[in-house]
C-alpha cells in the first residue's frame, strides 16, 4: 500500500497510523512487527511537513556552541566530532534531560561545522 492508502485503511478499520514519540513506542513497533513477521510498516509522519498525523510537529532544537579550544586536535575532523557528540549526548543523560533525541551537527557555510572567532 501507498502511504495514503495506510492512511485510509487504518482510519477506516483502526484509528490512525502510528506516531513515535519515544524509543520505548518504537521498540513496542518493532516487538509487534517481529512477532507478526512484517519487515516494513508505514508511520503516522508526514514527510514534506514532519508533522504527525495527529498535528503535533516534529521538535527540532538548534543550540550554538562555542568551544575554547585547548589541544592540536582538528574539531572538524570526522571523527573528533562523532567523540564530542557522543559526549554532549552523555552529559545530557548524566543530567537527566527528559526525553528522546539524536544529537547531529550543522554545517556553516563553506561545509565547516566549527570555524575560528575573531576575537
Avoid at 16 to 32: A, C, F, H, M
Wanted: hydrophobic share 35%; aromatic share 10%; net charge neutral.
Amino acid at each position: 500500500m501507498t502511504w495514503t492508502n495506510a492512511q485510509s485503511f487504518c482510519r477506516e478499520h483502526h484509528t490512525d497510523l502510528p506516531s513515535v514519540r519515544t524509543s520505548t513506542e518504537n521498540e513496542q513497533i518493532k516487538g509487534l512487527m517481529q512477532s507478526l513477521g512484517v519487515v516494513q510498516v508505514w508511520i503516522g509522519l508526514y514527510r514534506f511537513s514532519w508533522t504527525w498525523v495527529d498535528g503535533i510537529p516534529v521538535s527540532k532544537q538548534v543550540v550554538k556552541v562555542n568551544l575554547v579550544k585547548t589541544s592540536s586536535l582538528d574539531l572538524n575532523h570526522p571523527t573528533v566530532l562523532e567523540d564530542l557528540l557522543d559526549q554532549f549526548e552523555q552529559k545530557l543523560k548524566d543530567n537527566r534531560v527528559d526525553g528522546d533525541f539524536k544529537l547531529s551537527w550543522r554545517k556553516q557555510s563553506g561545509a565547516k561545522i566549527f570555524h575560528k572567532d575573531g576575537l
